[in-house]
């Protein structure tokens, strides 16, 4: 070889496969899972025209590794539609607890007897706040078992005493029908009541009775989840009932009897903040 070729190659920059940066990287992260290298994308210093070639020059056997495809499959994280819990969160769950108050009580409303499309929702709508404490008495917001807490309604005699799933017309010629009737289920809200604390609410805009009398409502609280031994949380097949709660007595009247009360200061804070709550303007006898 000429002296002037020799000299050329001496000089390039010419490094070892001991001293090789991809050598180091391959060393440091030996016991750790990773993608082939050909699956690398070609870093920003390198010229557009050969950012084709990085990819292309992956060899057959890299791609048809059944060891090396499966290894970079289970390096991936598996995430699920799912909340998941360590072992310190689930027993937060365990030792938290739950209280329900009413803060807006029903007054009356009509009765729809047979029409259901014309029927009317009771007024005021029906608030409950949600109050959830940890294990020190501190209230707190469980953003994680939010999606995972419901409050349901229920029907009861004027005293409380009975449930009334069913019943028949004041006049008795209609056969029993169920008498609480609309959207009986709610998903927690976070808004801020008149003095502008934050707080979880119930809210229930679409209530209706079928028939006229003096009733009140009771008010449940459910998690519909479970949480098994790994920490993950999931849809339960049964809910558990962690708190309750009742209105006061309110009076359903016949349909050309009723006058809806005014708007409550609560009602329209609640829906300046976007809450998905109905409001209907007083009218006359």
């Known amino acids: 070889m000429p002296s002037s070729y020799k000299k050329l190659f001496h000089e390039l920059p010419w490094e070892s496969p001991q001293s090789s940066p991809r050598s180091v990287a391959a060393s440091d992260h030996s016991n750790t899972q990773s993608p082939p290298s050909s699956w690398s994308m070609p870093s920003q210093s390198e ?86 404490r940890d294990r020190f008495g501190n209230s707190i917001i469980p953003e994680m078992e939010l999606p995972f807490l419901i409050a349901h309604l229920s029907l009861f005699t004027d005293d409380g005493s009975r449930p009334l799933d069913m019943g028949t017309s004041p006049n008795g010629e209609a056969p029993p029908r169920r008498l609480l009737y609309g959207n009986l289920v709610s998903s927690p809200q976070k808004l801020r009541d008149l003095q502008g604390r934050l707080g979880l609410y119930f809210l229930f805009p679409d209530a209706s009775i079928r028939w006229r009398g003096r009733f009140q409502l009771g008010i449940s609280l459910l998690r519909i989840s479970e949480t098994n031994a790994s920490g993950t949380m ?52």
């Open 234 to 285: 999931s849809i339960a097949s049964q809910g558990t009932v962690l708190a309750q709660a009742r209105t006061r007595s309110f009076d359903v009247y016949a349909h050309e009897n009723y006058v809806a009360p005014p708007i409550t200061r609560l009602t329209q804070s609640f829906l300046r903040q976007g809450a998905r709550i109905h409001a209907f303007t007083p009218n006359g006898p």
């Open 47 to 132: 010229p557009s025209g050969q950012q084709g070639t990085a990819w292309s020059q992956a060899s057959s056997t890299d791609r048809a590794s059944p060891s090396m495809s499966n290894q970079y499959i289970s390096s991936q994280s598996r995430v699920q539609p799912s909340s998941f819990l360590n072992d310190g969160q689930t027993r937060q769950v365990i030792s938290r607890s739950y209280h329900l108050d009413v803060v807006q009580h029903p007054q009356r409303t009509a009765e729809f007897g047979s029409a259901s499309l014309s029927r009317l929702p009771l007024a005021p709508p029906v608030v409950v706040q949600l109050t959830v």
